[in-house]
C-alpha cells in the first residue's frame, strides 16, 4: 500500500502508459484500472474482478478534447457533468473503437474531481475505471475494504483515504440519470 505521495509522478505516468494494473481513489469509490489501449492489461482486470468478459467497462478520459474526437455528445452538455461523479454513456464514432473495452456502440466516460485524473491527463490515454471488488459486490470506499487477493493481483496501489462511496451517477446518451 502506497499513497501518491510515495511515488513520483513521472513514475505514475510511466506505469500508466505501459498498462500497470493499479488499485487507485476516485471522486466516488475506488477503483481497478489501467491503459484501456492496452488489451492484455483489460483482460487482467476482467479476470482479477471475475467479471464476464462481454460486460463492458468504462474509461476515465484523458480529457474533454479526447471525448469530442472519439464520441458523439450532441444530447449532453458534457461541461454541465465532467469533471465530477457521473459515468457518460456516449455513442462511439466508430463502433469498433475500445471494442474490448465495450463491444457496443457505447462507451461510458468518467472524469473523476481528484488527483489520480490529472495523472491520467498528463499521460494522454484513456484509462479504465471500474470499481475494485469482484463482480457483484459492494465497491470499496477504505483501501482496508479492498480485498487481499485483488491487491495481491495488481501492480501498483495508491491509497487515498475514505472515499463518499457512493458509485457514479450513469447519465444515459439520451441525457437521462440512472441512479445506482
Known amino acids: 500500500m502506497a ?9 505514475l505516468i510511466k506505469a500508466i502508459k505501459s498498462g500497470e494494473v493499479f488499485v487507485y481513489p476516485t471522486d466516488t469509490v475506488y477503483g481497478l484500472g489501467c491503459n484501456a489501449l ?3 492489461s483489460v483482460s487482467r482486470i476482467k479476470l482479477i474482478k471475475s467479471r464476464e468478459k ?3 467497462l468504462s474509461v476515465i478520459a484523458p480529457s474533454k478534447s479526447w471525448i469530442k474526437e472519439n464520441l458523439i455528445i450532441d444530447k449532453i452538455d458534457i461541461d454541465k457533468y465532467l469533471p465530477g461523479p457521473y459515468t457518460l454513456v456516449l455513442w462511439k ?3 469498433n473503437f475500445l471494442l474490448h473495452v ?6 461510458g466516460i468518467r472524469i473523476p474531481n481528484n488527483d489520480f485524473t490529472k495523472l491520467v491527463e498528463k499521460a494522454g490515454v484513456p484509462f ?4 475494485v471488488n469482484l463482480s457483484g459486490e459492494k465497491p470499496a470506499a477504505s483501501f482496508f475494504e479492498i480485498k487481499t487477493e485483488i491487491i495481491n493481483s495488481v501492480d501498483i496501489t495508491l491509497d487515498g483515504g475514505t472515499l463518499p462511496g457512493t458509485p457514479s451517477a450513469i447519465i444515459m446518451p439520451d441525457g437521462k440519470e440512472l441512479k445506482r
Open 102 to 107: 465495450s463491444a457496443s456502440d457505447t462507451l
Open 38 to 40: 492496452n488489451i492484455n
Open 3 to 11: 499513497d501518491y505521495y510515495e511515488y513520483p509522478e513521472e513514475e
Open 93 to 95: 464514432k466508430d463502433k
Open 54 to 56: 462481454e460486460k463492458p
Open 128 to 131: 479504465i475505471t471500474t470499481s
